[in-house]
């Protein structure tokens, strides 16, 4: 059996989706004929909000041994950067934290020492020193874990592939951000950092076809496109029985650039016509600039309606999401090829789907294929759907028909699936 380390920051019992692809891969390579060892950070699994994820924890290297594969939990300090969200990030003294941002991207291209991934290296060069491995993955971000891939191939010359579930220095909203002067040289710094950095690296990985085109343009390096999927074992989940109030659910943080404008016309349009819904945001309470940005776009004569919600442990955000009798989905305001993680969990659960509004792209594509989407252009369409579906719920055995079709076209986007293009890939 061939020996695989995976280097992520994320990792179980971390409960954030960053952490649920590379711990699927972890429990399940075994499979296909690779014995992982994975090297990762301590984590607290009671995050409520992104401020727990800064907090130091762990005092010492924690080795946990499986059949099937090893995890290494090293300690967590936070480095300058993350120090400094702890203290500023979030208060009026937010300048000071940016000021600290342009100090760190200086720093690291001499050296991790003054970051949260200070104890990574050391403690790698003692590992590849010990053992043999075939091949070496990095999961991104953080985009500086690749600074360690770099060193460990200049030093040992282990052959490495960069896992980016996203893009760094070409990512749509970073290029949309580069207004000022600052935002353009930081901007400019990472280019250079990815290129050298990642040129070390064999070929890359990432989650949708644009994605891997686009970053392996940049950096002219081959690629392969492994999207994040969903766990089997969504598909075997016990019937839950709906909430008694009609409830449109989005699961997850929102991010800055998707607009929730449109279905909160939605829900007014509906409200007008007595028939409104409860709009819940599952976890969108983890990140408190988004949670305010919620809050302040909700109408006052909406707000009975609208609900936000801190994280929760993943089995009780997967009953919420079963008792749910829609998903909301929306778009990334113009940027394309985003498929959004929740999206394959949504269509593993095998309720309808409302984008709005849609991204006409890689969203739309996935839950036309699977019979689940419906597809909103603007608030009168929203509406209209929103109508439509509170109507389906009175016919239990289309309802069933519809989730009973999709299980047939989703399997491809199974965890396992992606997971044995991958290790063909690897070869």
Same mark, same amino acid.
Not at 263 to 288: S, Y
């Given at each position: 059996m061939k020996k695989i380390l995976l280097l992520s920051h994320y990792f179980q019992p971390c409960t954030l989706t960053p952490a649920q692809r590379i711990t699927y891969w972890a429990q399940n390579f075994h499979k296909l004929g690779y014995y992982p060892v994975v090297v990762t950070r301590v984590w607290n699994p009671e995050i409520r909000m992104h401020h727990d994820t800064k907090l130091p924890f762990g005092n010492e290297v924690k080795i946990e041994k499986f059949p099937t594969h090893e995890v290494h939990y090293l300690p967590f300090r936070p480095g300058m950067l993350d120090w400094s969200y702890l203290h500023f990030g979030e208060t009026w003294l937010r300048p000071l934290f940016l000021s600290i941002r342009l100090l760190d991207v200086v720093f690291v291209g001499f050296s991790l020492h003054f970051t949260s991934f200070a104890n990574y290296l050391p403690y790698l060069k003692g590992l590849l020193r010990n053992q043999h491995f075939d091949k070496m993955i990095i999961s991104g971000e953080p985009f500086y874990l690749f600074r360690l891939g770099f060193s460990l191939h200049r030093r040992f010359g282990i052959s490495w592939m960069a896992d980016y579930r996203d893009d760094w220095s070409t990512n749509e909203l970073q290029m949309e951000k580069g207004g000022s002067g600052v935002r353009k040289w930081v901007a400019k710094l990472e280019s250079n950092f990815e290129k050298k950095w990642v040129g070390t690296a064999d070929s890359i990985i990432s989650v949708s076809e644009p994605y891997t085109k686009r970053i392996c343009d940049f950096l002219n390096k081959p690629g392969i496109t492994i999207q994040n999927g969903f766990e089997e074992s969504l598909l075997d989940l016990p019937e839950v029985g709906p909430y008694d109030q009609f409830t449109v659910t989005y699961s997850g943080v929102l991010y800055p650039s998707q607009d929730i404008s449109? !279905?909160?016309?939605?829900?007014?349009?509906?409200?007008?016509?007595?028939?409104?819904?409860?709009?819940?945001?599952?976890?969108?309470?983890?990140?408190?600039?988004?949670?305010?940005? !919620?809050?302040a776009k909700v109408p006052e004569h909406l707000k009975p309606w609208v609900e936000i919600t801190d994280r929760y442990p993943r089995s009780q955000a997967l009953e919420m999401l079963q008792k749910s009798h829609v998903f909301l989905g929306i778009a990334y305001g113009k940027m394309k090829g985003i498929p959004s993680s929740k999206l394959y969990e949504y269509i593993a659960l095998g309720k309808p789907v409302l984008l709005c509004p849609t991204d006409q792209d890689l969203m739309e594509e996935i839950l036309t294929e699977s019979g689940l989407g419906f597809f909103a252009m603007n608030s009168s369409d929203g509406k209209e759907l929103l109508l439509e579906l509170q109507n389906l719920y009175r016919e239990v055995e289309q309802l069933s028909k519809m989730k009973a079709n999709s299980r047939r076209t989703i399997l491809r986007y199974s965890r396992f699936e992606q997971l044995k293009k991958l290790a063909e890939h690897i070869g």
């Open positions: 449109m !279905i909160l016309e939605v829900l007014d349009r509906c409200h007008r016509l007595n028939q409104p819904f409860r709009l819940l945001f599952l976890g969108a309470g983890f990140d408190v600039k988004e949670k305010k940005r !919620i809050e």
